[in-house]
């Protein structure tokens, strides 16, 4: 396995839906990226287990628990596990998700 990635290059953002792509995938941790055009959303749900959200580019809200989030580059956001969350990507918005 590659021990490193290069995130800028396997960035990209359809034409319609969102994209996700596994990074790194083991027993106890998931690494998946995410692009989301303009404009899209996902809608309210929660995970089974915790997580971080890293924003790598774009503008957009990242509600967590009733509080709006401003999704910006740089942004590092800790979920716990079964938060009701939800993102709505105001410009081309990509981030990483891990899961543990």
Do not use: Q, W
Request: net charge positive; glycine share 4%.
């Amino acid at each position: 396995m590659n021990s490193m990635k290069d995130i800028s290059k396997i960035i990209e953002y359809p034409k319609e839906g969102i994209l996700s792509k596994t990074i790194h995938k083991a027993s106890k941790i998931d690494i998946t990226l995410f692009c989301m055009p303009a404009k899209t959303k996902i809608s309210e749900h929660t995970s089974t287990r915790e997580g971080y959200i890293y924003v790598i580019e774009g503008k957009g809200i990242f509600c967590l628990e009733g509080k709006n989030i401003k999704m910006k580059p740089n942004i590092f956001i800790f979920m716990k596990e079964n938060a009701v969350h939800s993102l709505k990507a105001e410009k081309n918005t990509s981030f990483i998700l891990t899961l543990f």
